[in-house]
């Protein structure tokens, strides 16, 4: 991999290239062993079919892949190979895989064998649809007893499984094609994955409702096969023509706005380092300070009176994030936390509270853990800190609001995080999961209308996992799911997926935007052992100084002709108006600004912001 490229990701591990596979109309991306882009006549019609094994706190195991074969004729290919998943205490996992397509259909079949028997989270088909031209459109649904289901794909996103016992899914591609998914060997469900911010609706093997993990008994073969079928009553014979690649053209939208004020997060372990590089904090101008704290984390008066000299320093608000324990009474730990920021001299502009246990998910079918009631938790945070607003909701991610609603009338604004590596890691995934951002805040204004609202923080790497026991270490800087670190965040890839972010999330109304920390794995400045320049700004700086610049601005919608690789809005201030544009993709892109601006060239995943005439 080039410098540049390494300036681009923060990694020179470069991502395995994919491999076309082509049957007449029907083409097909392999990566890693799985499909990925499965198109018909040039239209997604799948997003992907990959065979995952997952561990017991739903890591995703990486398969060393063995005789892998391919073949490619005209309208038709074929490929096999197998796979071999290690887990823990010498048991290991084989899969044999064979992939073949024709015009009209495609088959992907496995045979998971384990001499030793295997602990499992999950094994077996995923199945994922888009949802650009999905969401909201009607679908026919085979369940694994033949009755067939008229229903649709969920428009506003389902908290829990829409679909379950399925055999079948059926859905209408364009006019005269239609694509029928069918699943052998197991009972599949469908979630909606918009709630962690995935671009996909997940058809997946093993209900939830079932015990996990489960071990795959030894010498006993697991057989599992997907098909898509798809059935095209048009005249048109003709393969597609290779798309070229074209010009993304720009144009005003209807939507207008307020720009959100920007914030970073503070945590404990970061407090000392934040107080070195507190000249930034005047640099950036952030309108707001998110400071963490977690007395089951060992957090106590040392963490508060270093956040009360931080905030000293920030002309702006500040909010301190509590997990709450809820080991005792509500009412006896906020009091006792209140007394400490009293000693400490810390008084926040608001507290967002939540009990600590709610940072984990509570699966389909899982009891919920003990918990006081949220507006036990609340009634107490208002008793313990009067005059200050109090906000609820989740300390961890949309999912956990969606299925833990809090209750509206008792806080002052909600707050959710998003993650992009829970369930993938790739970059295209992770630049995918943006496309569901407007889902997520849409769903989120139809519970709770229009109370304030704030997001974040919500950075590539993970800072806690909900679905497991821990998130994962990530020593060698691969590109790993639920990793608490990512090379990404060191590259220019962390710069245009932030600023993508802001924008997806524009139309919210929110009033605060968190996308980062000061410093840590987190931050916007590297520490001594990151792979930049010693103290050096990330480039995702930039673009954090750039919307807190713009906070309180008014901001115009631009629609964009391909809004998976380039998106923009146009922002007006006191200094004027100006056209910012980002480049999502790892490719250079024209784009013509029409009456916005003139033609210019974006180098892969830029940024720019151009002088518009008022």
Known sequence: MTADAFQLYGTRVEERPTVRLTAGKLTADLADGNLRTIRYDGVEVLRAISYLVRDRDWGTY????????????????????????????????????????????????????????????????????????????????????????????????????????????????????????????DTFEMEDQRNW???????????????????????????????????????????????????????????????????????????????????????????????????????????????????????????LEIALPCKSSPAGEAAEIARQMQIAGFKPDAILISPSVDRQSTPPGSKWPDCPPLEEVYAAARAAFPGIRIGGGMLSYFTELNRKRVPAGEIDFVSHCTNPIVHAADDLSVMQTLEALPFITRSVRAIYDDKPYRIGPSTIPMRQNPYGSRTMDNPFGGRIPMANRDPRHNGRFAEAFALGYAIRVLDAGLECLTLSALTGPFGLIAGPDEPVERGGRRPLFNTVQTLSALAGASWQECLSSSPSEVLSFVARDAAGAKLYVVNLTGEERRVDGGALAEELRLAPFATAALPLAD
């Open 62 to 185: 990486s398969p060393e892949i063995a005789g892998l074969r391919i073949e490619q004729g005209k309208d038709r290919f074929e490929v096999s190979y197998r796979a071999r998943c290690e887990g823990p205490d010498e048991t290991a996992l084989v899969i044999g895989v064979r992939i073949s397509g024709d015009q009209d259909r495609l088959d992907f079949e496995a045979e998971a064998t384990s001499r030793t028997g295997f602990d499992t989270n999950r094994c077996g088909f995923c199945i994922l649809h888009p949802i650009v031209g999905v969401a909201g459109s009607p679908a026919a649904v085979e369940h694994v007893d033949g009755q067939i289901e008229a229903t649709r794909f969920p428009d506003l996103i389902e908290p829990w499984q829409p679909i379950k016992d399925m055999r079948a899914i059926t859905h209408q591609v364009m006019p005269d094609v239609s694509a029928e998914c069918r699943m052998e060997g």
């Open 197 to 319: 911010s995935d671009a996909s609706y997940k058809t997946y093997v093993r209900p939830l409702a079932l015990p996990w993990p489960y071990q795959i008994p030894a010498n006993q073969p697991v057989r599992q096969k997907t098909s898509l079928i798809i059935s095209d009553t048009s005249r048109s014979v003709t393969p597609p023509v290779a798309a070229q690649s074209g010009v993304t053209r720009l144009e005003f939208g209807a939507r207008t706005g307020t720009m959100p004020g920007i914030g970073v997060i503070v945590t404990p372990e970061e407090a000392d380092a934040t107080l070195t590089a507190r000249s930034l904090l005047t640099e950036i101008a952030l309108r707001e300070l998110l400071f963490h704290f977690d007395p089951d984390a060992g957090h106590g008066a040392d963490a508060l009176e270093n956040f009360a000299a931080i905030a000293a320093l920030h002309p702006g608000r500040s909010t």
